[in-house]
């Protein structure tokens, strides 16, 4: 059997992606190997949110020459993000003749049919389309997350955050029907998978682009907790400018619900985020905070960051700092802000000096740990729920609660692998939590 390989750059929208690319391949009847040597073709789907991705993507391209050197016969398809961003098709097409096929996001499930052709005629493919198609519900896919699964609801986004390359990339919002997410997401949960992730760019807006007054990110998530079976659902990204009381109180109430909210800011400066186009406020976020913290006691929270992003003053990089503080997220993702082509925000005068965004983003990852070192401590002998993943050794389990932190349980019963339990926390030794179970 001829063999694939398949390397995911960026989000979790890619990391689903590629299990649509590994679907499109076993349909041709390759198998995996996680040996790029032994593959007989290559697959990288790419992202280009920042600039360091991109180069790392490009390296890693120019890698494959000795590859496909040694072994001519060697297929090189490239995917995603990077190729379908303005005129990076023609680069590659250039500087790598050793690539076979490229294509961009909106014609990824085409693979297989270009995968065939380049077969039969031995001539290079590049083919990236402008415009997104209607949504195709006829994907075969391959999952690899073990009990996870990842379902996409929408594509697209429409905000244009004035720093993101991603509305160019991946088009406008098309919101997937609330019938087919259910079947979906039904099938998966007879099939076993515990939690299921629901995927978009702004999962918030679902169903804007539908807009038939029913189809509606809340309604979504009412439907999906009528499944019959024992599973979470966990969902991302959520913009602060439209997640509603509705989605927060379906939240608040319903157990199936993982009480997790990935809620990026970006940055705690109102005047950094009117740059942004954001389109809230300081204040307005902070208030959204208080309200769910108040609707979700025990939420857990998590946030992206921007710094140095054009015009940040210490004064502003300080208001995000506090905010952060402030909120006492339990996960922080920061990032140093990045020049994409094309984007509003390219053009911006004041451009800030990359020891700066170093500086700044130190600091924050410094202050995210010590915020999470105090929250692990504050856990102790407070009970969470999570999953029952494997047995460690005599009376003990690993468990990873909702927020994804590791727990090691003892337990003198034995305990169902990939049951959900409530786990009461003892002890957090050296950053380890320990616990018991308190159903
Ligand atoms: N530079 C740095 N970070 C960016 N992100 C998006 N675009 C950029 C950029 N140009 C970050 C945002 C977003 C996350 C997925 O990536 O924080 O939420
Ligand atoms: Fe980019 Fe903003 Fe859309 Fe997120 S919401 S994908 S940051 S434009």
């Not at 979906?184 to 702004?202: D, F, R």
Request: charged share 25%.
């Amino acid at each position: 059997m001829q063999k694939y390989y398949i390397k995911t750059f960026g989000c979790q929208m890619n990391v689903h992606d590629s299990e649509k690319i590994a679907g499109m391949l076993k349909s041709l009847e390759y198998e995996e190997t996680n040996k790029k040597e032994q593959a007989d073709i290559i697959v990288f789907n790419t992202c280009c949110i920042r600039d360091g991705v991109e180069q790392k993507i490009f390296g890693n391209i120019g890698d494959l020459k000795r590859l496909k050197k040694q072994n001519p016969n060697l297929i090189i398809a490239i995917c995603g993000c990077l190729s379908q961003q303005n005129g990076r098709a023609e680069v590659i097409k250039q500087k790598f003749p050793f690539v076979s096929i490229v294509l961009g996001t909106h014609n990824l499930n085409e693979l297989k049919n270009y995968i065939v052709k380049f077969k039969q005629t031995h001539k290079r493919i590049f083919d990236v389309w402008e415009k997104e198609k209607a949504i195709d519900e006829n994907v075969e896919m391959f999952r690899t997350s073990n009990y996870n699964a990842w379902v996409n609801i929408m594509y697209g986004c429409n905000n244009f955050c004035t720093y993101c390359i991603v509305p160019y990339v991946r088009g406008r919002e098309r919101s997937r029907k609330m019938e087919d997410v259910y079947s979906e997401v039904e099938s998966l949960v007879n099939n076993g998978y515990k939690y299921i992730t629901l995927l978009g760019q702004n999962v918030n807006s679902y169903g804007n682009d539908i807009n038939d007054g029913k189809t509606t990110f809340a309604n979504l998530l009412k439907l999906l907790t009528t499944i019959k079976g024992d599973f979470r659902i966990k969902f991302m990204t959520s913009h602060p400018k439209d997640l509603n009381d509705d989605v927060i109180n379906v939240i608040a109430t319903e157990p199936k619900i993982c009480n997790t909210i990935h809620l990026p800011v970006q940055s705690g400066s109102t005047k950094i985020l009117k740059l942004m186009n954001r389109n809230y406020s300081r204040e307005q976020y902070l208030n959204l905070i208080k309200k769910i913290k108040q609707a979700i006691p025990d939420v857990y929270l998590s946030t992206d960051i921007i710094v140095g992003f054009p015009n940040e003053t210490e004064e502003d990089f300080l208001y995000t700092y506090t905010l952060i503080k402030e909120v006492n997220y339990g996960g922080v993702f920061a990032f140093m802000y990045s020049k994409r082509t094309g984007t509003v925000a390219e053009k911006m005068e004041n451009q800030i000096d990359e020891k700066i965004k170093n500086e700044r983003v130190n600091k924050i990852l410094k202050l995210s740990k010590s915020l999470i070192k105090q929250q692990n401590k504050e856990m102790c002998g407070k009970t969470f729920e999570g999953i029952i993943e494997k047995e460690l050794e005599n009376n003990k389990y690993l468990a990873v609660l909702h927020s994804g932190k590791n727990v090691i349980v003892e337990s003198e019963n034995s305990l169902p692998i990939l049951s959900f339990q409530n786990i009461k926390i003892t002890n957090n030794e050296a950053s380890q939590l320990f616990g018991v179970i308190n159903n």
